[in-house]
């Protein structure tokens, strides 16, 4: 996890108490999670190793709960069907829940989701535009509260509103 990303979900944790799903959160260089002392976390990646509860493809519609927080920190770059992510993302939140999100932006050079190094051969790889993921996430009936390029970081945080009645 490179300081940008830690930066960016310091600004939007909390250290109430509540659950927690990091999606792609397999620990590979580092995590923001322990930035919500509070939360009980799930982590779903689509491959097993450090920190990983749940293996599975968060492509595909499933269903591991509801929470109030949802991570999805450097994994897009690295998904073709990456809107497919934050549609999982967005169907994990409850109401009033907070999803945040870090991908590689415009211009960051292509970088390995399955090593700490290069990219393997045929792993994919795309950056993804602040302007990209804002449609996505409206798209799934998010508010999005900031969703900006931040040098060479996309970077996102939305929320599911609150149920009322009337």
């Not at 397999?26 to 190793?49: E, Q």
């Not at 595909?60 to 990456?82: A, F, I, K, P, R």
């Not at 999982?88 to 945040?100: F, N």
Request: charged content about 20%.
């Amino acid at each position: 996890m490179h300081d940008a990303v830690a930066d960016y979900c310091r600004a939007w944790a909390t250290t109430g108490p509540g659950t927690g799903l990091d999606i792609g959160g397999r620990d590979l260089n580092g995590h923001p999670r322990d930035l919500w002392p509070g939360v009980r976390w799930l982590v779903l990646d689509l491959r097993p190793g450090p920190g990983v509860d749940v293996v599975a493809d968060a492509t595909v519609d499933q269903d591991h709960g509801v929470y109030d927080v949802v991570l999805c920190t450097e994994v897009l770059e690295h998904v073709e069907d990456w809107p497919a992510v934050v549609a999982t993302s967005a169907r994990a939140l409850a109401a009033g829940g907070r999803l945040v999100i870090t991908c590689a932006g415009p211009g960051r050079a292509p970088h390995s989701g399955i090593t700490a190094a290069g990219i393997t051969p045929g792993e994919w790889y795309r950056n993804v535009s602040h302007h990209e993921l804002a449609a996505v996430l409206v798209e799934h009936g998010l508010v999005v509260d900031d969703c900006r390029q931040a040098g060479l970081d996309t970077q996102a945080a939305a929320h599911r509103p609150e149920v009322t009645d009337g």
